[in-house]
């Protein structure tokens, strides 16, 4: 029996080529206590994951329910504690109407790709994956404006050559953690007749008055053509996403959201882990200051070290630093000095804007803040050594 040529060898070409160029990537397992180091990578923003009220949330509803939903959500996947969530986040951030998904990744391809069918699509180009795989799903003709341009977006609208267009943003930036212009954007997406859909998973429990979000900060939330997409994994310390809308939004997704129809629906626990967030956030309105508090600190230190960054607008802090290895090289540092910190390279960022990415936390201490300021010393110290 002859064989053709090795299917398998670009693949292996492909991995050396990324692992020459400092692109290789490589699963972490990390421990319970994340070997004692102090948390700047995850987006806990408010330390909820290991919160004893949300675990004892989904463990009652886990005994309850089961560890799965059993299906599609339009199957047997619905629960009553689903359709509660879907409840409580509306109340909570204004809308209108809200639909439950499995991810936030999920929520936005939905989002995306259902409501920019047939439509022109514009989007920032410093939006999330999920944005840009959505934007390619919904298989309409897409505009990629320049970063936070309202008049590139206004521009693509005008221009348009179909009747219905969709405007999608983040509201915080994931790497760079600026926010989107959500007045602006909906000012000229009302001005040219178009949707705006703003991904709000950096926002949602960090911005707003008790973390309703960037859109409810900006006073939009209860405008009938913005749509809200939201991660309950981040600042809720569950899993789980949702769009939040108008009720033709919320109808539009439950019948033509491919990744609502065909993916089974979000576990009861984290479905119960999730409304036991929201229930802190209503209770304890000020836990998304001392967010921005330490979000703020933790830019003021890198600055005065001499490392650039931004001015956060959430919790998301980047250190830029330019090729890969040196970012690499920072995070070693940041681990051996005691601290986690996430790492980001291309094509996660541009070429030349490798980054250390930190995220702040409610609940990070004064001495975690002492501790913080040691690694990035270091770093400051290594980046003088390679320029």
């Known amino acids: 029996m002859t064989h053709g040529p090795d299917p398998l060898a670009r693949f292996r070409v492909a991995a050396a080529a990324r692992e020459a160029a400092g692109l290789k990537r490589t699963l972490r397992a990390r421990t319970p206590d994340d070997d004692g180091l102090i ?13 004893e009220r949300l675990a004892r949330a989904a463990t009652a509803a886990t005994l309850e329910w089961g560890t799965g939903s059993t299906g599609s959500r339009l199957v047997t996947g619905s629960t009553t504690l689903h359709a509660a969530l879907e409840r409580r986040l509306r109340a909570f951030t204004g809308a209108q109407d809200a639909l439950v998904f499995s991810s936030g990744y999920l929520a936005n391809l939905a989002a995306v790709a259902a409501l920019g069918r047939d ?57 760079d953690g600026d926010l989107a212009p959500l007045a602006e954007l909906h000012a000229a997406a009302v001005r040219q007749g178009a949707l705006l859909v703003v991904d709000e998973a950096h926002s949602l429990g960090v911005l707003g008055f008790g973390g ?48 609502f ?21 209503h209770n304890q309105p000020e836990l998304p200051g001392y967010v921005l508090t330490r979000a703020k600190e933790l830019a003021s230190m890198a600055r005065e070290l001499g490392l650039e960054t931004n001015d956060p607008a ?3 802090v980047p250190i830029v630093l330019g090729p890969p290895e040196t970012a690499l090289r920072a995070a070693v540092i940041c681990a051996e000095r005691g601290v986690r910190v996430g790492c980001f390279r291309p094509p996660s960022v541009p070429v030349g804007r490798s980054c250390l990415r930190l995220t702040a936390r409610a609940n990070l201490s004064s001495d975690d803040l002492a501790v913080i300021r040691g690694a990035l010393t270091a770093v ?8």
């Open 314 to 316: 959430g919790a998301v």
């Open 119 to 175: 439509a022109l699509v514009v989007s920032d180009t410093g939006n999330h994956a999920s944005i840009v795989d959505a934007c390619r799903l919904s298989r309409s003709r897409v505009v990629v404006t320049p970063h936070r341009d309202v008049t590139a977006v206004e521009k693509a609208l005008a221009d348009r050559d179909v009747e219905h267009a969709v405007v999608v943003t983040d509201a915080v930036f994931s790497v």
């Open 380 to 387: 400051a110290e290594m980046v003088k050594v390679t320029m």
């Open 39 to 51: 948390d700047l990578a995850s987006n806990d923003y408010l330390g909820l994951a290991r919160d």
């Open 261 to 281: 129809i065909f993916d089974t629906g979000l576990a009861p626990g984290s479905v119960a882990a999730a409304l036991a967030a929201v229930d802190i956030l």
């Open 212 to 259: 309703r979000g960037a859109v409810h900060a900006a006073g939009l939330a209860a405008e009938p053509g913005v749509v809200r997409t939201v991660t309950l994994s981040k600042s809720l310390g569950s899993q789980g996403g949702a769009v939040l809308g108008a009720a033709e939004v919320i109808e539009t997704l439950i019948d033509t959201g491919r990744s």
